[in-house]
Every structure is written in C-alpha cells, then in structure tokens.
C-alpha cells in the first residue's frame, strides 16, 4: 500500500523537474534571441549610416565633376 502513494508523489517530483528545465532553456534562448536581435539591428544602423555617408560622397565628386566639365567648356576657358 505504501508503494502506491509514492509511486504518484514520485512521477509528479519527477515531471516538475522537467518543466523547469523546459522553462529555464525556454527563457535561455529567448534571451539569446534577443541578443541577436539587438546585434542584427545594430549591424543594420551602422550600414545605413556607411551607405549614406558613401551618398553623399558620390554626390559631392558628382559636383565636382560636373563643376570640372563646365569650367572646361565655358567660352573663356583657354585651350
């Protein structure tokens, strides 16, 4: 008779364990993810930033060219 109250008592003890390792790994890669999420993002950030920076050089040696070719061709330019 003393086994049968154990043997439920035991299984419980025994499934409980197991849903806090479930919920422990759960919150684990779940802070991972949120890591990478903020990593990711800032990787992002900062391309947007090299992309715009390399804009706005192209568009200043646009000028300059431009400003070069039409310097070469105005009537007073000297051959």
Request: net charge negative.
């Given at each position: 008779m003393?086994?049968?109250v154990w043997m439920p008592l035991l299984a419980a003890l025994s499934l409980s364990a197991c849903g806090?390792?479930?919920a422990t790994t759960a919150a684990t890669v779940g802070t991972l993810e949120a890591e990478?999420?903020?990593r990711v993002k800032q990787q992002q950030e900062m391309i947007e930033k090299q992309l715009e920076e390399t804009r706005q050089l192209t568009e200043a040696r646009m000028r300059n060219l431009e400003g070069a070719t039409s310097d070469n061709t105005s009537p007073d330019a000297t051959p």
């Amino acid at each position: 008779m003393k086994t049968s109250v154990w043997m439920p008592l035991l299984a419980a003890l025994s499934l409980s364990a197991c849903g806090v390792e479930v919920a422990t790994t759960a919150a684990t890669v779940g802070t991972l993810e949120a890591e990478d999420a903020k990593r990711v993002k800032q990787q992002q950030e900062m391309i947007e930033k090299q992309l715009e920076e390399t804009r706005q050089l192209t568009e200043a040696r646009m000028r300059n060219l431009e400003g070069a070719t039409s310097d070469n061709t105005s009537p007073d330019a000297t051959p």
